[in-house]
């Protein structure tokens, strides 16, 4: 555990969210710090539970911190179409023994900034509104984040909540601004880059069979989710949250990556919510985004395989 990485996940979950965070729970090299909460997928009240719930049933002890409630100005709509009215699927599980922290989600991201300067990889799952508070009342916390590994974005305006946007950003477009314009350095797992790392439907269903806790209870919050996909997608799975903590416990297995200027549009009719990426380099604002295009896919699929705890 010396040498570990301490890493720090704020998060909404949510379907995918649950799949990143069962990878983590997994990883032997990286320390998990805590689960900062956001609302986002469904109200924060959800989302911390279920939070709780899949460290029960991972059997893993961390602090879970309940953040935000709301975007930082305008309200939103949650995607609660997608991952259930609980966002974990509307199974009516028994809620966890466990009790959330009574520390603000932003306040513990940067008292651990504090305690692991340079070293903490800081990864965000949901919308950005924890981590714009954060930094709105201290402005040198990015100076002591050693990685910042962002699932946000369509990066070339194909969007998944309106035409341009991608949902974690659209959902609090203006804690989204915030961030990019205060992080020098952001590695960005978008839902473009998403929707290239599908993995079949049939092959997931088959890690699923595999007789443990977590495969079981993957099973069961990921149904309503996994059919409303197959009818929308077809064959391919997309678990956008999954990919994102590959990217970040497994930086060796990415492909291909292009740094790039990305600002947040907050103001448009139509394009609310878009990332807006400067790929023909026409600003001269510094480039603050590692846009990751590609990672290995074989290797993707293997560690969620181990995090589901299947074989084959
Ligand atoms: C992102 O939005 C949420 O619904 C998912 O959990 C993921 O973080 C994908 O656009
Ligand atoms: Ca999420």
């Known amino acids: 555990m010396k040498d570990s990485i301490p890493l720090l996940i704020d998060t909404d979950p949510g379907v995918d969210d649950a ?14 710090l805590g689960l900062c909460i956001a609302a986002g997928n469904v109200g924060l009240d959800y989302t911390t539970a279920n939070a709780l719930k899949l460290c029960e049933v991972a059997g893993v002890t961390v602090p879970v911190y309940p953040g935000c409630d709301r975007p930082l100005v305008f309200a939103a709509e949650d995607a609660s179409y997608v991952h259930g009215r609980d966002g974990f699927g ?4 028994e809620p966890s023994q466990q009790r959330p922290e009574s520390e603000h989600a ?18 965000t799952l949901g919308p950005l509104t924890n981590l714009a508070l954060a930094v709105r009342l201290d402005p040198s ?39 990019f314009e205060s992080f020098p350095a952001i590695e960005l797992v978008d839902w473009e880059a998403v929707l290239r790392h599908g993995f079949l439907h049939s092959r997931f269903e088959a890690w699923l069979a595999t007789d443990n806790p977590r495969a079981g209870f993957y099973d069961r919050i990921s149904r309503k ?37 990305l600002c947040v549009e907050t103001v448009g ?44």
Do not use: C
Not at 149 to 175: L, Q, Y
Not at 285 to 298: C, F, K, S, Y
């Open 19 to 32: 799949l990143a965070l069962l990878m983590a729970f997994n990883s032997p090299r990286h320390r998990l």
């Open 90 to 93: 509307d199974i009516g599980y």
């Open 106 to 123: 932003a306040l513990a991201i940067l008292r651990e900034s504090h305690a692991h300067s340079g070293q903490l990889l800081l990864v």
């Open 141 to 179: 916390l990015p100076s002591r984040i050693g990685r910042l590994v962002v699932m946000g974005g369509a990066v070339t305006g194909k969007g998944n909540t309106s035409i341009a946007a991608e949902f974690n950003i659209a959902f609090d477009p203006e804690a989204a601004a915030i961030v």
């Open 225 to 261: 989710t996994r059919l409303w996909a197959e009818g929308k997608r077809g064959d391919f799975w997309h678990s956008a949250d999954a990919l994102a903590m590959m990217v970040a416990l497994y930086p060796q297995y990415i492909i291909e990556k292009q740094r790039h200027y």
């Open 269 to 312: 009719s139509q394009s609310r919510g878009s990332t807006v990426v400067d790929w023909l380099g026409r600003s001269d604002r510094p480039a603050q985004a590692e846009i990751v295009l590609q990672v290995d896919q074989a290797r993707f699929e293997e560690r969620i395989r181990d995090a589901l705890g299947a074989h084959g």
